[in-house]
């Protein structure tokens, strides 16, 4: 396309970016006019294969906004090249529009949520990652590589998580993923750090080894035509764009104008804005170039099949959660190509060193970058891979924001964190996680669980697998004893009773004693002091954390109105919370609650010291019940 055409439909998507924008009534309109002349030229010079009617296909360029805030600039885009109506534009950010203000996968060409600053580069690595890899499995025969563009602010460089990504992916040497850093100068107060200054900016990234292409002018289209060009050369490198913008550019009074970032033009102002465009060519239009690829399947060697047997561990044998969590993973990568782990460099505590050691060209080691790994592994979810992340649970919370936006993302993300509570022990406060299933429960449709042996994990692992959204799985640090046969069965929502005596009259039900994880090990105990004191109780083991098992606890309730929550947590976010919203919104039949939980600061100490500190070992469960029979 000549440079004349690519200078009219930036002109008509200027026009487009201000008019929807004014009409929503708000939107970041300096941002958006800044990138005008780079996003046209990739999407309509030719650079970008992308068939429109078929997004998803695997040959296909993906491109991210990493400023989400520019999203009008996308739909202005998509508007030109007949993938949005102008009506469509026009409801952007209107109540039940699919053009929300930062981009949402509502749409088969968004391929993820973004506006939190700092992740699109972590999506577009593990796009990048998932490409490679699919391409791999399928040994399908390509001409071209496709390439994973990812558009950033100036803004978010500051952000530590882009730094994460953009380390990663020079160690993982991704050609494939191509990143356009938008250098308008103004954030959204002040100047940013590097201001102008792109010859910086490139020396910080050539630094951690991408290959750079600066662009002086980012609004002159043979100098953006010319770096676009300079993407064929092959190297072993990705490759970062780093282009000098003005923000505002084209209306000459937000030309790198300070107070306008997020701000609509009035109606008045709108005026001023066409008239200085001139004249639009409104029925204009360009043309997406389509993947050039010839492609055949040789032999698709991909296997889908979940399904393996548990390892049938000895009975009361002590084996830790999170080395059940390897052997389970493990497991099912062999038989399940689409599986991928992902570890932040604790793979021999996490036990994920056996899928690495067994699988490990589907094993990627993120390093201690807890966000980018999240994040990457949104992305790998995007192409259809089923990526489980670990690490350590206390760790894993400083991905909230990563999960957050997962779930707007509409992933297929599976999360393991080990060393949950304080029975981690001598490591300290720092190590133990006593704030992750509160986090992972906010989540709006997730689901998490919290094993207690062998067993219960593999199969839970399984569930993960086998279904789509995102779930959180909790494993322990020490050996726990095996308590279920390999033939019992595990579900979403689903919980176990152990009832020594198999009492069934009310009358000698003393305390439902509801637990999961270590203090399910700790109620058991307790339950089995109690009996020898004439003292009958049913443990609950509510392994599905969310959802949970509200029909058993409501059958049990109905046989026993004492009940004891026992966890190593802290008080909220926790089972406890979850249990006692139950008994309210259900009316269920409960005299007495007693929540048991992490209430002091842990410490360094030997992990029986500490539940015992914490008053969530077997004697504070016989203390809790015994204290029940008296205030009767």
């Not at 009506?87 to 939190?116: C, N, Q, W, Y």
Request: glycine share 8%.
């Amino acid at each position: 396309m000549s440079t004349k055409i690519l200078k009219e439909i930036c002109k008509s998507i200027r026009h487009d970016i201000l008019v929807s924008i004014t009409e929503a009534g708000s939107g970041h309109v300096t941002s958006c006019l800044s990138a005008v002349e780079l996003m046209t030229t990739l999407y309509f010079g030719g650079f970008l294969k992308l068939d429109i009617t078929d997004p998803k296909n695997l040959i296909n360029d993906r491109v991210i906004f990493s400023k989400g805030h520019a999203a009008p600039l996308l739909y202005s885009i998509l508007h030109r090249a007949q993938a949005i109506s102008e009506t469509e534009l026009m409801s952007l950010r209107k109540f039940g529009s699919d053009l929300e203000g930062h981009p949402i996968p509502h749409s088969p060409l968004i391929d993820v949520a973004t506006g939190s600053l700092g992740q699109g580069l972590s999506f577009g690595l593990g796009m990048a990652i998932g490409i490679e890899l699919k391409i791999k499995n399928l040994e399908l025969r390509i001409e071209r590589e496709p390439k994973v563009f990812v558009l950033l602010g100036d803004s978010e460089m500051a952000e530590g998580q882009v730094w994460e990504a953009i380390q990663i992916t020079s160690h993982h040497k991704l050609n494939n993923l191509i990143g356009i850093i938008d250098v308008n100068r103004l954030g959204q107060t002040n100047e940013t750090m590097d201001g102008w200054n792109i010859k910086n900016i490139e020396r910080k990234i050539k630094a951690f080894g991408w290959n750079t292409i600066r662009v002086e002018d980012g609004h002159n289209l043979k100098q953006i035509i010319k770096a676009f060009k300079q993407l064929d050369v092959k190297n072993d490198k990705p490759t970062m764009i780093i282009a000098k913008t003005i923000k505002g550019k084209g209306i000459s009074f937000l030309e790198n104008k300070k107070g306008w970032h997020g701000k609509a033009l009035n109606k008045e102002k709108l005026k001023l804005a066409l008239k200085e465009l001139g004249k639009i060519n409104i029925n204009i239009r360009g043309n997406i170039k389509k993947p050039n690829v010839k492609s055949q399947i040789t032999n698709i060697k991909s296997i889908t099949n979940n399904k393996f047997s548990a390892s049938d561990y000895e009975p009361y044998k002590n084996i830790s959660t999170r080395e059940a969590y390897g052997n389970a993973i493990t497991s099912l990568g062999k038989n399940n190509q689409k599986i991928v782990v992902l570890d932040a460099e604790m793979s021999n505590s996490t036990f994920t060193n056996k899928f690495k050691k067994a699988i490990p060209d589907k094993f990627f080691e993120m390093f201690i970058a807890e966000q980018n790994m999240i994040s990457t592994g949104v992305g790998l979810s995007k192409l259809g891979l089923i990526p489980f992340v670990s690490s350590f649970s206390a760790f894993l919370t400083r991905g909230f924001d990563q999960l957050r936006i997962a779930q707007y993302s509409c992933a297929n993300l599976k999360i393991v964190g080990s060393h949950g509570g304080v029975s981690v022990g001598a490591d300290g406060a720092t190590q133990m996680g006593l704030e992750d299933i509160s986090m992972m429960k906010s989540i709006l449709n997730s689901t998490v669980f919290y094993p207690s042996d062998a067993i219960s994990t593999e199969k839970l692992t399984q569930i993960m697998a086998d279904n789509f959204g995102i779930f959180y799985l909790r494993t322990s640090r020490g050996e726990m004893p095996v308590i279920y046969s390999v033939q019992e069965e595990f579900k979403i929502g689903g919980s176990k009773v152990h009832n020594v005596l198999k009492v069934t009259k009310v009358n000698k039900v003393k305390a439902l004693i509801i637990a999961n994880g270590v203090t399910l090990h700790e109620s058991l105990k307790a339950q089995k002091e109690l009996t020898k004191l004439g003292i009958e109780t049913i443990v609950l083991d509510t392994y599905s954390v969310k959802p949970i098992d509200t029909i058993t606890i409501k059958q049990l309730t109905n046989n026993c109105c004492n009940v004891i929550v026992v966890e190593d947590h802290y008080p909220d976010g926790g089972i406890g919370d979850t249990v006692a919203k139950l008994i309210v919104e259900q009316n269920l039949n409960v005299k007495n609650f007693t929540h048991l939980c992490v209430k002091k600061i842990p410490r360094s100490g030997k992990p029986d010291e500490l539940l015992r500190f914490e008053e969530i070992d077997s004697q504070a469960i016989i203390r809790a019940v015994k204290k029940l029979l008296i205030n009767k």
